[in-house]
């Protein structure tokens, strides 16, 4: 370019010379030097706008590559294959095409590179959901980190942080959502199913996609979001600036049901909350949100629950109260609890407690709160002459 400059500056001196000899022709003079000015600056573009045009093909040439490149159909599995399917079809082929069994031969180095590309990209969620999404091109602007900010070490910023890890620009919306659990599910353990409908992304089925004549892409009717991209915009000659715009998505989308199966822990308190990753709905251009599922703890006939600890009541006559009370409480695992009060006086409203009858300690299920039980007298609501009598004998 440089050269190309110098070149040009140099024809500009040769002809100034030759200008000069028109003393008494002024106006020729400038005219000729406007000339020579646009001639100059005309080159100068052009020049810029061939350099411009063959990055653009180079781009169009690398962004071709990416697309073609399918992790999918490199290991030869379905869109809907599994984390198990995935890693056994990667297996298979990594030990078929493995550099050490096909020595000097290019053709087995360069399809084993392949395989573990696509398995690198197929075994991350991230990775798999940005490709799901957009291809290729996507998860390599999704790889790249973006700068961090010198004063989010000090200060605590940059970009958004989501259970202690960095969270992605790329990333959609989260759902939030709830699930009732019954106490004894929370004391003893197990699974609760839930279900939702999100909005997927269907591959291959929009305007140019390849499969999108088949049987699968028929059920693809939702439209999807609009997208996001950037375009280059020339506001001037030799100045084109880059900008976001939303644009109609050339996707297709449907809408499907997705079962969500919560781990309920032994001792998980009330409001917990359990995060499915990348399970929300499906945007083009975006790694899927979480589903955040709080669980919330349903009111229990019997038992009260504060914490680790359990509460319950039981309603006993004036008699028993004075002289002895036996029972058992069904616990929440059907073991059942002795309650026995013989020798003792109990008072209105005295609480017993029972150590380790209580909830599982969430983290450590070998170790449990305390039971504590309110005792209620039913005192009579009237008494005879008779028995007043034989209560001032008996009572002190």
């Not at 020049?47 to 999918?72: G, H, N, S, T, W």
């Not at 199913?193 to 291959?204: E, G, L, P, S, Y």
């Not at 017993?352 to 005792?375: A, C, D, K, W």
């Given at each position: 370019?440089?050269?190309?400059?110098?070149?040009?500056?140099?024809?500009?001196?040769?002809?100034?010379?030759?200008?000069?000899?028109?003393?008494?022709?002024?106006?020729?003079?400038?005219?000729?030097?406007?000339?020579?000015?646009?001639?100059?600056?005309?080159?100068?573009?052009?020049?810029?706008?061939?350099?411009?045009?063959?990055?653009?093909?180079?781009?169009?040439?690398?962004?071709?590559?990416?697309?073609?490149?399918?992790?999918?159909?490199?290991?030869?599995?379905?869109?809907?294959?599994?984390?198990?399917?995935?890693?056994?079809?990667?297996?298979?082929?990594?030990?078929?095409?493995?550099?050490?069994?096909?020595?000097?031969?290019?053709?087995?180095?360069?399809?084993?590179?392949?395989?573990?590309?696509?398995?690198?990209?197929?075994?991350?969620?991230?990775?798999?959901?940005?490709?799901?999404?957009?291809?290729?091109?996507?998860?390599?602007?999704?790889?790249?980190?973006?700068?961090?900010?010198?004063?989010?070490?000090?200060?605590?910023?940059g970009r958004q942080q989501q259970g202690g890890k960095r969270r992605s620009s790329k990333k959609g919306k989260d759902f939030h959502m709830q699930m009732e659990v019954d106490l004894e599910d929370m004391y003893n353990g197990g699974e609760r199913?839930?279900?939702?409908?999100?909005?997927?992304?269907?591959?291959?089925?929009?305007?140019n996609g390849k499969k999108r004549h088949m049987e699968k892409c028929k059920a693809c009717t939702t439209r999807c979001p609009n997208e996001v991209k950037m375009v280059q915009r020339q506001m001037a000659p030799g100045f084109v600036i880059q900008?976001?715009?939303?644009?109609?998505?050339?996707?297709?989308?449907?809408?499907?049901?997705?079962?969500?199966?919560?781990?309920?822990?032994?001792?998980?308190?009330?409001?917990?909350?359990?995060?499915?990753?990348?399970?929300?709905?499906?945007?083009?251009?975006?790694?899927?949100?979480?589903?955040?599922?709080?669980?919330?703890?349903?009111?229990?006939?019997?038992?009260?629950?504060?914490?680790?600890?359990?509460?319950?009541?039981?309603?006993?006559?004036?008699?028993?109260?004075?002289?002895?009370?036996?029972?058992?409480?069904?616990?929440?695992?059907?073991?059942?609890?002795?309650?026995?009060?013989?020798?003792?006086?109990?008072?209105?409203?005295?609480?017993?407690?029972?150590?380790?009858?209580?909830?599982?300690?969430?983290?450590?299920?070998?170790?449990?709160?305390?039971?504590?039980?309110?005792?209620?007298?039913?005192?009579?609501?009237?008494?005879?002459?008779?028995?007043?009598?034989?209560?001032?004998?008996?009572?002190?």
């Open positions: 370019m440089v050269v190309f400059r110098l070149r040009q500056f140099w024809t500009i001196l040769e002809i100034l010379p030759r200008i000069t000899t028109f003393p008494h022709q002024p106006k020729m003079k400038l005219f000729l030097l406007v000339v020579l000015g646009l001639l100059f600056l005309t080159s100068v573009e052009s020049r810029r706008q061939q350099r411009r045009q063959q990055r653009r093909q180079q781009q169009q040439a690398v962004a071709k590559v990416k697309d073609d490149f399918d992790p999918y159909e490199v290991l030869g599995i379905d869109d809907e294959a599994t984390d198990r399917q995935i890693k056994k079809a990667f297996r298979k082929l990594s030990v078929k095409w493995h550099p050490d069994k096909n020595r000097g031969n290019e053709e087995a180095k360069l399809k084993f590179q392949e395989i573990s590309k696509a398995y690198e990209i197929l075994s991350d969620g991230d990775k798999k959901a940005l490709f799901d999404a957009g291809g290729m091109e996507l998860v390599e602007e999704g790889s790249r980190e973006a700068p961090q900010d010198p004063f989010a070490a000090f200060f605590g910023g199913a839930a279900q939702i409908t999100r909005r997927v992304i269907c591959r291959h089925c929009g305007q900008q976001q715009e939303e644009v109609p998505s050339t996707e297709k989308c449907k809408n499907e049901p997705k079962t969500l199966t919560a781990v309920i822990e032994k001792g998980m308190p009330h409001d917990e909350k359990i995060t499915f990753e990348r399970a929300s709905e499906q945007k083009p251009g975006f790694i899927p949100g979480d589903v955040i599922m709080v669980i919330k703890q349903k009111k229990h006939r019997r038992f009260e629950r504060r914490g680790n600890d359990l509460y319950h009541k039981i309603t006993i006559p004036l008699k028993q109260a004075l002289t002895g009370y036996q029972t058992t409480i069904p616990h929440l695992d059907k073991h059942v609890v002795e309650i026995d009060t013989e020798g003792s006086i109990v008072r209105y409203g005295e609480v017993r407690t029972f150590e380790g009858e209580g909830m599982p300690i969430h983290g450590t299920p070998s170790e449990y709160g305390n039971l504590h039980v309110e005792f209620i007298v039913d005192f009579p609501r009237r008494l005879n002459e008779n028995q007043i009598d034989q209560l001032k004998k008996l009572l002190p």
